[in-house]
């Protein structure tokens, strides 16, 4: 365990997503594993295509039923790869929901945001009285900063910002203990979203769930997040805590990103990296370590063998041959005299 003071809440094991489609097999995921600790936020950023939807799906157990899922994804105790439809249903809003993207395509243009709320609750909970049902809503509502009146519109009467706001009191309303916001601000202006993001992470800090934030903005995880899990190529580069990661980040993957983000000193004139080379295709990916190709610290081995993700302090871990040994990893090239 990374930090002692956390419980775990879901642990990811040997994690393989493989989509089939009329190309072959896409390996979206390959051989991930991570923890998620309760109550933290954990930023999981990468290109897009490199598969973090992919990630973000397979824990709700939401991929499409011809897809192939190995691995284990142990939540309080039990493996959600296993579970059946009763059992998804119930896991799915109670101890585990998504806020995506899109308001708009998630709210039922002509419903009421009240209505939607209590069909919610009353889904998973038919026991619950409706009149209850609203009580919890207000509150909840109140909390996050909606006026309790507004709960009466449709979604069409409330702006971009409240209507992301409903979309976290829909996350929350069964006290779920992970949240998982895929591109969850990405439809916000900045400053809008600045101020979401502050308070996303208040609200957070009250109701102790975790949130697992999917991401390409790397900023925004930097502004928000305990830890962040850096994705390439369906595969996890490197993981570790904020201040460890961006004060000092090992792979050259990580490195390349960050250097590609512009600061926001005014004062220096910067010249921004651009990393070579594109993300691979995922039907045929690169043997070894998937990064290899575009690599600038590319070594012999990193062509022909697969490194894994290891700790390298308590707090960061990296996957990548720079860090790690292997009986072949000192041979150098074997040069065929012509
Ligand atoms: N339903 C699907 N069928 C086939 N391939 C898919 C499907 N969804 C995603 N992919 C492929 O899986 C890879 C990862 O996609 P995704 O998880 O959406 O990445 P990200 O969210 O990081 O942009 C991409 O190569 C994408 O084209
Ligand atoms: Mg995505």
């Known amino acids: 365990m990374m930090d002692n003071e956390k419980e775990v809440l879901v642990e990811i094991r040997d994690l393989d997503v493989r989509y089939k489609t009329r190309l072959g097999p896409v390996s979206a995921v390959d051989d991930v594993s991570f923890d998620i600790f309760q109550g933290e936020i954990l930023g999981l950023v990468g290109e897009s295509g490199c598969g973090k939807s992919t990630m973000g799906k397979a824990l709700m157990r939401l991929l499409p039923p011809a897809t192939d899922i190995h691995g284990k994804v142990i939540f309080d105790g039990a493996d959600v790869l296993t579970f059946s439809e009763d059992q998804l249903r119930d896991f799915r809003g109670r101890r585990i929901s998504m806020i995506f993207q899109d308001p708009m395509t998630s709210l039922n243009p002509v419903q009421r945001i009240d209505n939607h709320l209590v069909e919610t609750i ?11 049902a609203l009580s ?47 591109e969850a601000t990405t439809s916000l202006d900045v400053i809008v979203e600045a101020k979401f993001l502050d308070e996303l992470r208040e609200i957070l800090d009250e109701f102790g769930v975790s949130i697992l934030v999917i991401t390409h903005n790397i900023a925004l995880v930097a502004e928000l997040a305990d830890r962040i899990a850096v994705m390439y190529a369906g595969r996890i580069a490197e993981l570790g805590s904020i201040y460890s990661v961006f004060d000092n980040p ?89």
Not at 122 to 132: A, F, I, L, S, Y
Not at 250 to 265: A, M
Request: net charge negative; aromatic share 4%; with cysteine.
């Open 136 to 182: 919890r809503i207000r509150g909840l509502v109140e909390r996050l900063g909606i006026q309790k009146e507004r709960i009466e519109d449709f979604p069409h009467q409330l702006s971009g910002g409240m209507r992301q706001r409903v979309m976290i009191s829909l996350g929350l309303v069964l006290n779920p203990s992970l949240i998982i916001a895929d």
């Open 250 to 338: 090992l792979h050259p993957y990580t490195k390349g990103l960050l250097q590609s983000v512009p600061s926001i000193k005014l004062d220096e004139r910067e010249v921004l990296y651009k990393m070579p080379g594109e993300p691979p295709n995922l039907t045929h990916p690169p043997p070894g370590c998937r990064f290899h190709p575009r690599c600038p610290e590319v070594m012999p081995i990193c062509s022909n063998h697969t490194p894994s993700l290891l700790h390298v302090t308590s707090k960061q871990m990296v996957n990548c041959w720079l860090y790690q040994d292997h009986p072949e990893k000192d041979q150098p090239t074997i040069e065929v005299a012509t």
């Open 122 to 132: 009353q889904v998973h909970e038919p026991d619950t009285k409706e009149t209850d």
